[in-house]
């Protein structure tokens, strides 16, 4: 938990802009900010030395991302409304992974409208860290949806393809993202 990076800056500015709080120090629900110094560029320890515990709600916390894009952060706050503490961490790489996967989906469909390269390019793109980043609080998840779906339909754009409304919503998603 918490290994991706600046996750623990990245959530604590979400549960920020869950309370409509928009700039740092932030109130958080009890998120262990310092829990990874542990083992924070130590390859030898076990990031166990952490132990998950959360401290007390209602903890003010300082964010290292209040030059990030919102849109993250923004994202990200949806589940707070509904839980909090270490489930809602958990739920909250949840919530972003189904936003990114539905984005990868998206694009996948639109490769394979179009050729068999387009589609095993965008295979090949998908790599074990875009994957990683995906599943974690971090801008980089989101950054790899973007591109694919600005990608994809971007390379439509060469005069032989028809465009289609959803190849202009596609790259319209992405930019915005």
Same mark, same amino acid.
């Given at each position: 938990m918490f290994s991706g990076a600046d996750e623990t800056d990245h959530l604590v500015r979400a549960q920020g802009f869950s309370r409509f709080d928009f700039s740092s120090p932030y109130v958080t629900d009890g998120i262990p900010v310092g829990a990874v110094a542990c083992y924070r560029f130590?390859?030898?320890i076990p990031a166990t030395c952490n132990g998950l515990g959360w401290n007390e709600s209602g903890s003010v916390?300082?964010?290292r991302t209040e030059n990030y894009p919102p849109l993250l952060h923004?994202?990200?706050a949806i589940p707070y409304f509904f839980v909090d503490g270490l489930f809602a961490t958990y739920v909250v790489r949840l919530w972003l992974v189904v936003i990114n996967t539905i984005g990868l989906c998206w694009a996948i469909h639109l490769s394979l409208r179009r050729s068999e390269w387009q589609f095993t390019g965008l295979l %090949?793109?998908?790599t074990p860290t875009a994957f990683f980043a995906i599943g974690t609080v971090s801008p980089t998840g989101l950054a790899v949806t973007a591109s694919v779906l600005f990608a994809i339909p971007a %390379?439509? %754009?060469?005069?032989t393809h028809q465009i289609h409304r959803s190849d202009v919503l596609a790259m319209l998603t992405g930019a915005v993202m």
């Open positions: 130590q390859p030898d916390e300082e964010s923004a994202i990200s %090949l793109s998908l %390379l439509n %754009l060469d005069g």
